[in-house]
């Protein structure tokens, strides 16, 4: 798990001091482009992470920055970088864990850095819904959410057609729009989203998919 990697990261790093992104992905056994993107993401969400370049660089937590986060419970960890959408948190079904780990998360670093970090909600608000209000129910979006945890198999009623089994792998909010990716690699909009079944038939993932690059060469197109 994503969450359960970053809070291995932010031990090594608390233990070990300065450390490149090479030695960092070997200890965590992915790629350094992973790496990067998780410095980049715990950044974003308010931890006094930062890179280094140049010869005798590395990646390095602020001094005297100590983290207590192993208290975290598996669903806190999992939510960790919802910390700050608490919206998006909300429409999941996983509101409570990221206030929980909210808390935890701003108990574990300098009361001044705390209060930096929150003072962002002073100036910036993300609102995941267009103008005209949300267009899926949050119920449905939790029992997908729960569907793509667990691998199980779903159908989906969009708009007027029949029942559409499908295989979930992840979910992407895109301009106020919620997207599904099957393990077909295809991409469904839920805005027309009625209804949604689960099964307990349980299906395999494809082997190293990782969503956030399947999406970025979605975007892309094909080439």
Same mark, same amino acid.
């Given at each position: 798990?994503?969450?359960?990697?970053?809070?291995?990261?932010?031990?090594?790093?608390?233990?070990?001091?300065?450390?490149?992104?090479?030695?960092?992905? =070997?200890?965590?056994?992915?790629?350094?482009?992973?790496?990067? !993107?998780?410095?980049?993401?715990?950044?974003?969400?308010?931890?006094?992470?930062?890179?280094?370049?140049?010869?005798?660089?590395?990646?390095?937590?602020?001094?005297?920055?100590?983290?207590?986060?192993?208290?975290?419970? =598996?669903?806190?960890?999992? @939510?960790?970088?919802?910390? +700050?959408?608490?919206?998006? =948190?909300?429409?999941?079904?996983?509101?409570?864990?990221?206030?929980?780990?909210?808390?935890?998360?701003?108990?574990?670093?300098?009361?001044?850095?705390?209060?930096?970090?929150?003072? /962002?909600?002073?100036?910036?608000?993300?609102?995941?819904?267009?103008?005209?209000?949300?267009?899926?129910?949050? +119920?449905?979006?939790?029992?997908?959410?729960?569907?793509?945890?667990? @691998?199980? !198999?779903?159908?989906?009623?969009?708009?007027?057609?029949?029942?559409?089994?499908?295989?979930?792998?992840?979910?992407? /909010?895109?301009?106020?729009?919620?997207?599904?990716?099957?393990?077909?690699?295809?991409?469904? @909009?839920?805005?027309?989203? !009625?209804?949604?079944?689960?099964?307990?038939? !349980?299906?395999?993932?494809?082997?190293?998919?990782?969503?956030?690059?399947?999406?970025?060469?979605?975007?892309?197109?094909?080439?």
């Amino acid at each position: 798990m994503r969450a359960a990697r970053i809070l291995e990261m932010l031990l090594i790093l608390q233990l070990r001091g300065r450390s490149t992104a090479r030695e960092l992905a =070997a200890a965590l056994e992915v790629s350094e482009r992973t790496i990067l !993107r998780d410095v980049e993401a715990l950044s974003e969400a308010g931890l006094p992470i930062y890179t280094n370049q140049g010869a005798g660089g590395g990646i390095e937590l602020l001094d005297g920055f100590e983290t207590r986060l192993t208290g975290l419970t =598996a669903a806190e960890a999992e @939510c960790l970088l919802l910390i +700050g959408q608490p919206q998006v =948190a909300h429409r999941l079904g996983l509101g409570v864990p990221t206030r929980s780990a909210q808390h935890k998360l701003s108990n574990a670093i300098p009361k001044v850095l705390a209060e930096q970090a929150e003072s /962002l909600t002073d100036w910036f608000l993300h609102d995941p819904d267009p103008w005209d209000g949300p267009r899926i129910p949050h +119920g449905e979006l939790r029992r997908i959410r729960h569907s793509i945890r667990r @691998c199980h !198999r779903i159908e989906l009623y969009l708009g007027d057609a029949p029942a559409l089994p499908l295989e979930p792998l992840g979910l992407v /909010l895109k301009a106020g729009s919620w997207h599904l990716v099957t393990a077909e690699q295809t991409v469904l @909009c839920l805005d027309e989203l !009625r209804a949604t079944r689960l099964t307990t038939q !349980r299906f395999k993932p494809p082997p190293g998919f990782s969503l956030s690059d399947f999406w970025s060469k979605h975007q892309r197109g094909p080439r």
